[in-house]
């Protein structure tokens, strides 16, 4: 494993010290916002983990090298390589490696890095998961398969807008993967706080969510917990979802590539609106994987 394995040398003395480490991931960085905006979300993600007490694991694949921590060269790198940098899942990563590319990683991408490097608390903006439609296209995020294995909470904004939510949220539950709401009774719907299904509990601490986490672990449950944060201030996008979907197939656009034109087409057609949410909730949910990983640390 260490000859594939780069760890940054903040992130591997906070490891041994068994001190709060939260992972965060390079998707954001490359994929998910206008170019040269990524770094700026990733340096603030980094900025309120510390804040919060915590260490920050930017997690990607730099020259053959799965790397546990980047620095600030390295996280510039991924913003100014946008979609050309590869876009790695949970599949990808040896291929990646091997072949030498830069890789971003996904959800599931870096929760399996997280495996590998012993992480247990991830930050990010929203999940992947089952797609509108489905099975035409038959299109379910490998997100879902990572977190039924993956022993770590999350904290997101819920699953993508772009997504069935209610199919995701069965299909969460069917795997057993507890879905914990920030504060509120319903799986926050990314820009939306309200509307989604329940959440399996609902949580007012990051005290309480570190001893659910404890709870769930110790009783041998090895998947991760989900623990959903509405986003500060509700931005309705759900026309606009529509149009950049109808859009994406009018363009023959699948896969992978669906959800980097969506938030594109979002961008572009909200006056920025849709982004600037994005940037704060993203930056937000990493505060609290923060805030619950020194919580866990503590117990």
């Not at 998947?223 to 026309?239: I, K, Q, T």
Request: glycine letters at 12%; aromatic letters at 4%; a negative charge.
């Amino acid at each position: 494993m260490r000859s594939l394995t780069t760890f940054h040398p903040e992130v591997e003395d906070a490891l041994h010290a068994r001190l709060a480490v939260v992972a965060l991931e390079t998707t954001l960085v490359s994929h998910g916002f206008p170019a040269g905006e990524g770094a700026a979300v990733g340096r603030e993600s980094e900025r309120r983990v510390r804040a919060a007490g915590a260490v920050p694991a930017t997690i990607g694949i730099v020259d053959g090298r799965l790397r546990i921590g980047l620095d600030d060269d390295e996280l510039q790198r991924f913003d100014e390589a946008g979609a050309e940098a590869r876009k790695v899942g949970p599949r990808d990563l040896g291929a990646c490696i091997a072949q030498g590319a830069l890789g971003a990683t996904t959800v599931g991408g870096t929760l399996a890095a997280m495996r590998v490097a012993g992480i247990g608390f991830m930050g990010t903006g929203g999940l992947g998961g089952v797609h509108r439609g489905f099975p035409a296209p038959p299109d379910v995020s490998a997100d879902l398969g990572e977190l039924a294995r993956a022993q770590a909470l999350v904290v997101s904004a819920g699953v993508k807008s772009l997504l069935d939510v209610p199919a995701t949220a069965e299909v969460l539950e069917t795997l057993g993967v507890p879905v914990l709401g920030w504060r509120t009774d319903t799986m926050p719907l990314f820009y939306a706080a309200e509307g989604g299904p329940p959440v399996s509990a609902r949580v007012e601490s990051a005290e309480e969510a570190a001893q659910i986490a404890d709870a769930h672990w110790r009783l041998g449950r090895h998947s991760a917990l989900v623990l959903g944060r509405p986003p500060d201030e509700s931005l309705d996008a759900e026309p606009l979802i529509r149009e950049a979907l109808e859009a994406a197939e009018r363009a023959h656009v699948s896969g992978q590539a669906v959800t980097p034109f969506v938030l594109g087409y979002l961008h572009e057609h909200s006056d920025g609106k849709t982004a600037a949410a994005n940037k704060e909730l993203v930056a937000a949910n990493a505060g609290l994987a923060a805030e619950v990983a020194v919580a866990y640390a503590a117990l």
